[in-house]
């Protein structure tokens, strides 16, 4: 845990434990005053035998929080008037368990199925699911955060990967954040999710088999060799400092995306060091607000970490994180329809070093 951090645990009315994360000592000792709930059960794990894919089976999820306004914000500190998940009454960044998780602690004993056709077991949906709270103000975004609380974010996510990835039905931690109702946000406080699968997400699957085959055919890791690509091109970077470089991926599927990653290769975000931590709010920063300047609006992305598993493919898969957004034009959206939603192919209407050019206009 940085030295610069302070993390405070407390328990929450049902039982859950909630994470108060500090850039300095605090006191924090509020009590949940709501009436204990009991919690939802665990879901179910089948598997889909026509791709191979586990798919999540969650029907308690239907009745959580949706939209709701501002002065009914689950994510804001609790004040006269309204008890939210967050007892205190301010805090810098916290995390706790959803309270709808898609994923949970299993019995004792779990184990994911081997596949036996028709046959193949239905299991718990065993995992982990998270909601981390950027900041105490419900207006506002990620990166219009101040570079010390996005360091605080990030300091964050390195301690719940490295705690997460102690549970032993545990396989990938995956943190993202959704921004915009275009892309499916239900709360419109500045929050992200960690989610922490027991099996190997499908996209995490194939792009473990990539990196996997690049490194026997050319010993070292493909990301490396993406970045020394970008580096070499110049076309599609955005913007770069001592330690990441912020790019439009050669092959984009989205109308704006940008690759974030550490220059130097790291496998996970636990794996950080403090030089590549304390760089990350610059870049972090000011991608998104070349993304916010392109239209002159608030762009919905989704901003996905993505990063080696817990147990394999750490010494091949590195750490980087995947800003998407499907808007196009102000008006206009890039839909999934039926060649990307069907077929998984995507069709992009302007090349990546057109999308890249745009955003290093931007003025900031």
Known sequence: MPVSMVRTDLKMADGRTIFYYDNS???RQANDNRPAEDRPGVGELRLDLLTNEWVSMAAHRQTRAFL????????CPTK????????????????FENRSPSLAKPKTGWKLPANNGIETEIVEAAGHCEVICFTDHHEGSFGALPESQIKLVMDAWIDRTKEISKLDYVEHIFPFENRGEEVGVTLN??????????????????????????????????????????????????CENSEWIAYVP??????????????????????????QAAAFPAIAKESLQRLDGVFGIDMAYIASWHQAPVRKGREVLGLHWQITSIRRQPGKLKYLAGSESAMGAFIMDMKPEQSAAQLREVKL
Do not use: W
């Open 250 to 275: 050669f092959a984009s599927r989205y109308p704006f995306e940008i690759h974030v990653a550490p220059k130097k290769f790291v496998p996970d975000l636990a794996e950080l060091s403090e030089a």
């Open 80 to 95: 006269p008037g309204l008890d939210s998940e967050i007892a205190d009454s301010n805090y810098q960044v916290v995390v």
């Open 189 to 238: 406080h500045p929050h992200g999710q960690i989610y922490a699968y027991s099996f190997l997400p499908p996209r995490v699957e194939k792009m473990l088999a990539a990196a996997t085959a690049y490194r026997a055919m050319h010993g070292k890791p493909l990301l490396s060799d993406l970045i020394a690509r970008e580096i070499k091109d110049q076309v599609r970077i955005v």
């Open 25 to 27: 000592p605090v006191t």
């Open 68 to 75: 709701p306004p501002k002065e009914l914000c689950p994510l």
